[in-house]
């Protein structure tokens, strides 16, 4: 097997993923396909770590546009993110995967605190890191968590996981001629409002060099083509992408 063009990465999933088909919750078989998708990169020594959203379950900023209080909103928002790294790792483990969660609230009982030297441990022993409750401070989204742990962890690059191939122009699902680019300097995306992460997100993966590779998830082998250095979906920040 050749060497994998990234040696650690760090995938963001969205929480609105793991619902699957269905209007709410968690869809076993879709953290199963999650799961399977992980396990070439994993085989080939890719270290992987993992944030989750948790659109599925709560979403913070709705809530707090129905009159909840915005911090107590986003707090229930990353509680849901736990739920759904617990049911990831429920999964990765169904496959063979060996994985930890660590949570930036402290939850002893559940699972382990977020320590960050203790998860580079794991991901040298080829352990993947699920990283849970966002930044554990609310007005922080998960998007935001992702870059922050990814800068943390020394990560080659995020792996932005999301319903379309690519970053376009406008809404493909609404707009024929929407373009795709296959590579966006990050203040293009920051001055356009592309809305392929916030801007806390983005800033934080340009001024940390780190490349954002926006993918969609659902085409079965997507991520191991990624991980094995092809080129599809978009890449932010490209200059510094670290293909072989
Ligand atoms: P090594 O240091 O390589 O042995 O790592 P390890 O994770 O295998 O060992 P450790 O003894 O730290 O953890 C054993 C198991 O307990 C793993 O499944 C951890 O995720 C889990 N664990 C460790 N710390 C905590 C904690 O604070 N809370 C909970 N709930 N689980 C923990």
Redesign the pocket.
Known sequence: MSTPPFKRILLKLSGEAFKGSRDYGIDPEFLVFVANELKEGYERGVQIAIVIGGGNIFRGIAAAANGMDRVTADYSGMLATIMNALALQDALKKVGLDS??QTSIEM??????FILQ?AV??LE?N?IVIFAGGTGNPYFTTDTTAALRAAEIGADAIFKATQVDGVYDCDPMTNPDAKKYDELPYMEVLQKDLKVMDSTAISLSKDNDLPIVVFKLTDKGNIGKILGGESIGTVIGGECYAKS
């Open positions: 930890r969660v002893k009982e559940i699972a382990e605190p203790k441990r794991h022993k352990r």
